[in-house]
């Protein structure tokens, strides 16, 4: 099965058609909600294992996005200390706006109606309404809900 959702991450990460795009990445085990729009060279770490990451209904994500559910320090010998092995989940709530080439990292929680500026790296969960931007990202303001 990871090999299977191997394929149909690289097939889907660039495909050109952005409904067979979103498919392919459902497929390889990503989950992505009604309207939401996933641009192309969007990377999710997962370990292809599947449920790790969420995202929410009418979601926009940006290019160069990076999701990383799982990391490890892979053949070093720190992969022998379970405190460096992450296995995590994203969530990504409902009109969520993630910023071109930001990074999330694993165990954390973007709210709804929550902006992530580009380039930022989220390291802390996100409140519901809110605008973050920064390495860090901290919170630069609140989305003003009234047209």
């Not at 641009?39 to 995202?55: C, L, P, Q, S, T």
């Not at 070093?76 to 092995?85: C, V």
């Amino acid at each position: 099965m990871k090999y299977f959702r191997f394929i149909l991450r690289v097939l889907g990460k660039n495909f050109f058609i952005h409904k067979i795009r979103i498919i392919l990445l459902r497929f390889s085990g990503i989950t992505i909600g009604n309207d939401s729009y996933v641009n192309m060279n969007v990377h999710f770490i997962d370990n292809y294992r599947g449920n790790a990451i969420k995202i929410g209904n009418r979601v926009a994500i940006a290019p160069g996005a990076t999701f990383i559910a799982d990391s490890d320090p892979n053949n070093s010998k720190l992969n022998l200390i379970k405190k460096y092995l992450v296995k995590g989940e994203i969530i990504v709530k409902d009109d969520a706006w993630i910023g071109s080439n930001v990074i999330i990292m694993p165990n954390i929680i973007i709210g709804e109606k929550s902006i992530v500026g580009a380039g930022s790296v989220v390291t802390k969960n996100v409140e519901d309404n809110t605008i973050v931007a920064g390495n860090p990202a901290k919170v630069i303001g609140n989305v003003d809900l009234e047209r």
